[in-house]
């Protein structure tokens, strides 16, 4: 069903507020009263404590109850997603009875799927009937004849990404939502799934890149908000990149009579991010869609170990290539180049190597300790790796160049 | 309407092919014309060029018509997306008549949403009509009385990106689709886009961590494409960060003189290409959420141009601080430590600064030149940063340290 829906509709819960807040009172109470439950109760959600009873007192007393139930729900759980109005039907009705009963009920309750759930007497979920059911059927059938039995169920405290990935797998246009008695208490529609894949992907692309969850669009988001958020954040890698100094410090001797090494500082240690960003991304996306489970970590490093292999003999590959060249050209690193090849050669695969386990397995980690894999974000792995790969880099100098250049 | 899928139907087109391709002729051909015409179109489009007219062969006459026509669409337009069948009513139909009409052909044409739409005799679009207004009405009312008129179209040619929109700000479950002459050609559901979403966030979030878009599951890629793409775009980025190595060069004189400006190297360099990063990231995926436009970038960079002071001015005290307590407590700097504390100071500011405006500003350039602003992925960013962020710090300290340390 297309339509034009009223502007209010579309604004989001916190703009509602606004604008309700706006409105002369006896038109504030027709909007709150037109607006499906389920969107009522994030309004009342976005509002201040203050305000909310207010706002309750907005609704009519079956509607308040029901709406009061819905607030019990997380905001992001099937129970928060559902709209706890249906169209209910018993079995033993006749198609000729329903279409009667959706015809009183249907506009208000049905929309904007149109289907009825047909329970038992105790709200157990029986079977989906939709109106082309209805019409293709013979008026005197009964509804358990025409319904489409055990339908896909979510659980109400479902959490919305796994919601989502249901209607993903099933290409679901509603689902009803049970408690854990196979009691029905509401119906999730796929508009609402719509805005849930575009909030949670918007959430993982603004932490991989490093910038927090902005909650806001972005030109809208204030300025306060904006620098808290991404200041947070980079204080935060800003602290751990500290860490280089302090690294480097224990250096500064070798750096001191090998100063071609720091030449190659910044491509070694940006490598190895650069091939962390890749591997974490990589499976924090997959995790996201849930082609990737908790327990596939040990397939995920294998597969890593090997991929991080070839990737850093990539690079080391182009990184001699560039010494030797210059070498030939310009004469750049004296006597010892063939030392400094094998140093950069070294360090690059060991530090791609090392970027790519780490940024592959810090999202299994985030997981398991409960946290969000998303905020493993690129420049996370980045400062990790950046660190470390400064130790393994004077390290592996350490060793190849003993006797020559240190 | 909520139903089981048989599993056929829920997989990729890619994998229905191979599936396709083992079963026994008859089965082949009852599976092949069970599919909506648009997922046929999209199978078709995943088999081997050799092999896509013996699967046009399996469709009906009418069938085969249709999905050609669909198979002249790009597969990422609105036209790539619809289902060309969508049933028709006229405007002078009763509601009587449009109830049989939907009784004889709807189980089969107006799945999964139930809509019929309401053309003239060119083919226009006039209006829609749901069965639960066919329910609410009075059978002998003409269809034009009771239709929703004026629906939200789409444009045959529109990109998928667009189209999702669309389907998000107006909440619509589906949408018909019209030439430039305003017929209708089809009807896009809200269970494309559900998959168009994931898709696109997908993509976008394997760009942003610069792995390049993978196309299939992680766990399924194969190790030859997994190894390509992400090599690819690291050689791409190696290259590119080569460059810190020749402008290091520059300044190997001013290095071993000072080698205390080593220590705060990565330090400065990393926190302008996060700071980048963060700045690229929010500004993409407010552009793939329609949230910024092109227009709009001027108001973006005044925007960025106030965080990033704000950002660079909080990592310049952070650093100065940094450096003053481990003066305080291990003389680690020497007498010249408040020279040092200023070059630090002003440099984090410089490339923080430069970081968020070069991020930010990115993602515009890419798309007016064309190009997919989330190409403009962190390491990328990071990368150009990098390289200024050098010359930058050496510029400062060559100013600051003159005559002291340098």
Do not use: C
């Not at 997959?286 to 596939?296: C, F, I, N, P, T």
């Not at 890593?304 to 050209?329: H, K, P, T």
């Amino acid at each position: 069903m297309a339509y034009r829906a009223p502007l209010f509709h579309q604004l989001s819960p916190a703009d509602q507020f606004s604008v309700l807040l706006e409105l002369p009172p006896p038109e504030r109470l027709a909007r709150m009263r037109m607006l499906p439950l389920d969107d009522a109760a994030d309004l009342i959600q976005a509002a201040p404590d203050a305000q909310r009873d207010e706002l309750l007192g907005l609704l009519e007393d079956t509607a308040r109850y029901e709406v009061k139930a819905l607030l019990a729900y997380a905001q992001d759980v099937a129970g928060g997603l559902m709209n706890p109005r249906f169209v209910r039907l018993r079995p033993e009705f006749s198609v000729d009875e329903a279409i009667r009963y959706l015809r009183l009920y249907g506009r208000d309750v049905a929309q904007p799927i149109g289907d009825a759930y047909v329970l038992d007497g105790e709200q157990h979920l029986l079977g989906i009937v939709s109106p082309l059911d209805l019409f293709a059927s013979p008026v005197n059938q009964t509804v358990d004849r025409v319904m489409t039995k055990d339908p896909i169920t979510v659980s109400e405290d479902a959490d919305q990404e796994l919601v989502s990935q249901i209607f993903r797998e099933y290409d679901l246009l509603a689902a009803p939502v049970v408690d854990r008695f196979g009691r029905m208490k509401g119906v999730v529609t796929v508009d609402d799934i719509v805005d849930v894949l575009a909030e949670e992907a918007t959430e993982d692309v603004q932490k991989i890149g490093g910038a927090g969850a902005l909650d806001t669009p972005y030109l809208r988001a204030r300025f306060s908000s904006m620098v808290r958020s991404r200041g947070g954040w980079l204080a935060l890698l800003f602290l751990g990149e500290m860490l280089t100094a302090t690294a480097m410090g224990w250096y500064e001797d070798r750096l001191s009579r090998a100063i071609v090494l720091v030449l190659f500082l910044p491509l070694i240690i940006s490598s190895g991010g650069n091939a962390g960003s890749q591997a974490t991304t990589l499976v924090i996306r997959a995790m996201a869609l849930g082609e990737v489970k908790l327990r596939d970590w040990w397939k995920v490093v294998r597969r890593e170990f090997v991929v991080g292999l070839a990737l850093g003999v990539l690079l080391a590959m182009i990184g001699s290539l560039r010494i030797i060249v210059w070498q030939g050209l310009f004469d750049s690193y004296g006597e010892h180049y063939l030392l400094i090849v094998l140093t950069v050669a070294l360090s690059l695969l060991g530090v791609v190597l090392w970027g790519v386990m780490a940024g592959s397995l810090l999202p299994f980690i985030l997981r398991l300790g409960g946290l969000d894999p998303a905020s493993a974000s690129a420049p996370f792995v980045a400062t990790i790796v950046d660190v470390t790969g400064l130790v393994i880099y004077f390290s592996i100098a350490g060793v190849a160049l003993r006797g020559t250049l240190l």
